[in-house]
T-cell receptor
Framework: GAVVSQHPSWVICKSGTSVKIECRSLDFQATTMFWYRQFPKQSLMLMATSNEGSKATYEQGVEKDKFLINHASLTLSTLTVTSAHPEDSSFYIC????????????FGPGTRLLVL | DAKTTQPPSMDCAEGRAANLPCNHSTISGNEYVYWYRQIHSQGPQYIIHGLKNNETNEMASLIITEDRKSSTLILPHATLRDTAVYYCIVRLNNDMRFGAGTRLTVKP
């Protein structure tokens, strides 16, 4: 089956630093990848949609300059949380949609970010 | 995308069938019904999806009513490892948007 990986699985950083999270589709090519954020006891919230080779589309209320998304290849998208603050601490999850198969999205295992 | 309504929580005895309902009364003709689940601290796992016909795979069965306004996910023999939050999502071609889901607890 389609596998999506994320790295790192967890990260602790100091307030004010930047953190990069990688999302890879391991056995398929993905023109579109999605980034979600999940706070404790809440559902997943879509942050942005990224298409390979173009700028990401951000959901309302998500700061594009704070959450930088790069989708440079068909198998890799990165999310950089810039100048992280404690309120950015969350569970970040990516998903990918396989080329030609728009029906199903596959999700990564998530990255837990803790900002001190 | 059409909105969905699910009960916030359900319990099921181990070994019994778990039937998870979902209402999607505003679904349009071309929108699919998807089911994902999320086990604690993991990413969502795809379970099954369908358009009009009932579907079955190795994980579950999906029963969609004839008017498509509701559906039921069936886990035929629930195990303790099936304890998770189950999300019913209706979408056409764009992204997956998650509601609150149903927290299923399988009890011994």
């Amino acid at each position: 089956g389609a596998v999506v990986s994320q790295h790192p699985s967890w990260v602790i950083c100091k307030s004010g630093t930047s953190v990069k999270i990688e999302c890879r589709s391991l056995d398929f090519q993905a023109t579109t990848m999605f980034w979600y954020r999940q706070f404790p006891k809440q559902s997943l919230m879509l942050m942005a949609t990224s298409n390979e080779g173009s700028k990401a589309t951000y959901e309302q209320g998500v700061e594009k300059d704070k959450f930088l998304i790069n989708h440079a290849s068909l198998t890799l998208s990165t999310l950089t949380v810039t100048s992280a603050h404690p309120e950015d601490s969350s569970f970040y999850i990516c998903s990918a949609r396989e080329i030609g198969f728009v029906e199903t999205q596959y999700f990564g295992p998530g990255t837990r970010l803790l900002v001190l | 995308d059409a909105k969905t309504t699910q009960p916030p929580s359900m319990d099921c005895a181990e070994g019994r069938a778990a039937n998870l309902p979902c209402n999607h009364s505003t679904i349009s003709g071309n929108e699919y019904v998807y089911w994902y689940r999320q086990i604690h601290s993991q990413g969502p796992q795809y379970i099954i999806h369908g358009l009009k016909n009932n579907e079955t795979n190795e994980m579950a069965s999906l029963i969609i009513t004839e008017d498509r306004k509701s559906s039921t996910l069936i886990l035929p023999h629930a195990t303790l490892r099936d304890t998770a939050v189950y999300y019913c999502i209706v979408r056409l071609n764009n992204d997956m948007r998650f509601g609150a889901g149903t927290r299923l607890t399988v009890k011994p």
